[in-house]
Structures are given as C-alpha cells and as structure tokens.
C-alpha cells in the first residue's frame, strides 16, 4: 500500500522500519521540526535520521492543519500511520487516505490515553500493559481498535525497558494491521469509552518521591521514571536521585535511612525501601555500596 507516516520519537523508528520492510510504499514521512540546540547545532528527531537513512521523502511542518493538508493530498496516500507524531491532525487531514489513519498506542485502550501511557502503566502498579492499533480520531486515543497485543510487566522493569519492548511489539502489531486492511480483513471495534483513563503529561518535578506513601508505590515510582524524569528526593540539601528499589522489610519512620553492611534503608509511610543504584547531585550514578564507599551516612539521618 501507499502509506504517509507520521512519527517522532524513538518510540516510533522501530514501527517505520517495520512498515518499509514489510515492503510498503512509504510516500513521505512527516516528523516534527529540527530542534536547535547550544552553539546553533541542529538535531533532526530518532524519527528523521531513520527516514534519511533508508532514502525516504522527509516533510516536516510547523502546524501540520496549517501547512500540511495540500501537500499530503496531493500525495493521495491508501492509508496514513501516526505514531507519537506529537501534533493535532484536522478532521479534513485524517479524511485524505482512502483507508483512513491509524495509530500505534502504547496501552491497551481505553486504559492509559494520552502522553507517557508506559510511564502511567508502571507508576500505577499494573501487571500488564500493551499496544493497541487504532483508528487516529480527533479526540485524543478515542478511535475505533483495530488489534492489540498484550504483554506482561515485569517486576523490577523500569518505564525504559518496557518502551523498547512495546516499541517493538507496536512494529509488529502494525504489520499486522496493515495487512488486514490491505486484505479488506480489518474490523474496527469501539471503546468503552466509560472506562477510559487519562493521566497527565510528565514533569520533571513529578519525580519528587513522596515518603509518606507506600513502598509499594514508591518502588512503582522509581521503576516508572526511569530514565526520564528520574525519582529523587533530596539528601543534606543535594537532589539524590534513586534508580533502582525493592521492598525492604525493615520498620522506619517516614524518610529515616538506615545503613547496615552497605545498604541503604528508607522507611516509608508503610513498609520502606531498599536503594540499590543512587546517584548524588554532582556524581556519577552507581550502586549502593559504591556510593556508601565514599559517602558517609549517619543511621537516623532523613532525606527529605
């Protein structure tokens, strides 16, 4: 089929590469604008160098409603594929190709619409997510599902671990779904829309680990911002960032650290934690007994 692909992130390269291997016309490849960074050096996004790198036609538009529309009609695509674009499309866009757009989502809609669903699926403490292959539509992860594909969390696995593994399986799913419209197989099942979940863009200031809550939900956050924004609390007035936990056993009061043969306790508001890779503002990131090596901490001190 003829296919326009609309993708930024590294989330999306996996599904492009996929599209171009399973053989498919790819007309254009529309991602966001270059970004400049210091000194005027200008980055293309994970999304461009891959396009570049295979030959494909690059497009990029400030405002895609604006200045996109004419230029991808002309293209006359069968069918459009979003993934992580990161721009509103116009109904009068997603109205172009013959098959409509699809998109690859990172959740099992309608649980997780929106930005940073495998981050949320983490923080929240789920056992499984996956992706779903939908119909692009104007309210944000509302459209049709087309497939999805499941897949289990795992217990230490971090918001970055699970990205590679569902940008993967996004791929696949894609391929999928593609060669069900391509057949006339495809059938697009409707949202419950009463059970959709929506949680909010990340921060940096989200990582900020709260003591009064659970272990539990704090090992969650750890595992969820890991490796953006990353969970930290602060330590003698220094940010002290925390990337990896497990549950402990021991009994604290809320933010009191115990050290014991070169580990780390922090006690929670139920339960605590043990840190297993740290990292103090100004230092490089690295396990726990490292870290103690040469960073003196008294038992009873409190990170805050």
Request: glycine share 8%; aromatic share 6%.
């Amino acid at each position: 089929m003829k296919i326009v692909f609309l993708g930024t992130p590294d989330f999306a390269v996996d599904s492009l590469q996929a599209v171009y291997d399973a053989g498919h016309e790819i007309l254009a490849v529309v991602t966001q604008p270059d970004k400049e960074r210091n000194r005027r050096e200008v980055t293309f996004s994970p999304v461009k160098q891959r396009a570049l790198d295979l030959g494909l036609n690059v497009l990029q538009f400030q405002k895609i409603r604006d200045e996109g529309e004419e230029i991808l009609r002309r293209l006359a695509p069968d069918v459009m594929v979003t993934c992580a674009y990161g721009q509103i499309i116009s109904q009068s866009i997603l109205d172009i190709p013959k098959h409509g757009v699809i998109n690859v989502h990172a959740s099992l809609l309608p649980l997780f619409r929106g930005s940073s669903p495998i981050q949320w699926a983490i923080l929240t403490g789920q056992e499984r997510t996956g992706v779903s292959i939908m119909r692009t539509a104007l309210q944000v992860d509302s459209g049709d599902v087309l497939l999805q594909k499941s897949v289990s969390i795992g217990d230490n696995e971090t918001a970055g671990e699970l990205f590679d593994r569902l940008a993967k399986l996004g791929a696949e799913a894609l391929v999928e779904g593609l060669q069900l419209i391509e057949s006339g197989r495809a059938v697009f099942t409707p949202q419950d829309h009463s059970k959709a979940t929506h949680y909010p863009m990340l921060s940096k200031e989200d990582g900020k680990i709260d003591w009064n809550c659970s272990a539990k939900e704090i090992v969650c956050k750890i595992r969820g911002m890991n490796p953006w924004p990353s969970a930290y609390c602060y330590l003698g007035g220094k940010i002290f960032k925390i990337w990896s936990a497990k549950i402990a056993e021991d009994e604290l009061g809320i933010g009191e650290i115990r050290i014991v043969n070169k580990t780390m306790k922090i006690g929670c508001g139920d339960g605590a934690i043990e840190a297993l890779e740290v990292q103090l503002e100004g230092k490089r990131r690295m396990d726990t007994a490292s870290f103690l090596a040469g960073y003196k901490i008294q038992n009873g001190t409190n990170v805050q």
